[in-house]
T-cell receptor, first 112, second 114 residues
Framework: GNSVTQMEGPVTLSEEAFLTINCTYTATGYPSLFWYVQYPGEGLQLLLK?????DKGSNKGFEATYRKETTSFHLEKGSVQVSDSAVYFCALNVIGDYKLSFGAGTTVTVRA | DTAVSQTPKYLVTQMGNDKSIKCEQNLGHDTMYWYKQDSKKFLKIMFS???????INETVPNRFSPKSPDKAHLNLHINSLELGDSAVYFC?????????????FGPGTRLLVL
């Protein structure tokens, strides 16, 4: 089956620290990979995505590279801000599956 | 201009009641979804419709019945509510049911069953 395993949280950082959230996947087909972010009390928003191997998705200073050889899509940001405090979800979607399969979510708190 | 909207935002009700959650998208998308987020933030697909036709029906109790009157709407009706139904329900839409498409999520409906 298709599944996503992501780093368990919660993660607490100071402002300007480096953030990495690990994400690995198992897929029966060739997946597209996504990072969604959920700010407190809100719905999910797409943060970035990559649809083929070696693609790099980037947005708002966040980056993730689709690594087929390690089946990974780790999220990174070089210098976090308090406004980055949120829950981050890694997800995949495979042809014929029609749905997003999400990881468990990682709660990130950034302190001033 | 809200892209994907849900009503109500909060719903508190008693066990055994029947309730509905409405979802509308103004993005012109063909595909809509319902996801359930439990208290540990875990998200799981429940249903998906493409152009008013059901394409995903995960292992969900038949007390849950989705209805899509047109492409822009996907409502969720829940009969005989149980304590375990307490969760946040998210509606989402995408242009097509393609794995490369971004899904756009609504703000969620927080359901509490007492």
């Amino acid at each position: 089956g298709n599944s996503v395993t992501q780093m368990e949280g919660p993660v607490t950082l100071s402002e300007e620290a480096f953030l990495t959230i690990n994400c690995t996947y198992t897929a029966t087909g060739y997946p597209s990979l996504f990072w969604y972010v959920q700010y407190p009390g809100e719905g999910l928003q797409l943060l970035l995505k990559a649809t083929k191997a070696d693609d790099k998705g980037s947005n708002k200073g966040f980056e993730a590279t689709y690594r087929k050889e390690t089946t990974s899509f780790h999220l990174e940001k070089g210098s976090v801000q308090v406004s980055d405090s949120a829950v981050y979800f890694c997800a995949l979607n495979v042809i014929g599956d029609y749905k997003l399969s999400f990881g468990a979510g990682t709660t990130v708190t950034v302190r001033a | 201009d809200t892209a994907v909207s849900q009503t109500p935002k909060y719903l508190v009700t008693q066990m055994g009641n029947d309730k509905s959650i409405k979802c509308e998208q103004n993005l012109g998308h063909d595909t809509m979804y319902w996801y359930k987020q439990d208290s540990k933030k875990f998200l799981k697909i429940m249903f998906s419709y493409n152009n008013k036709e059901l394409i995903i029906n995960e292992t969900v109790p038949n007390r849950f019945s989705p209805k899509s009157p047109d492409k822009a709407h996907l409502n969720l009706h829940i009969n005989s509510l149980e304590l375990g139904d307490s969760a946040v329900y998210f509606c989402a839409s995408s242009p097509l049911p393609s794995p490369q498409e971004t899904q756009y999520f609504g703000p969620g409906t927080r359901l509490l069953v007492l």
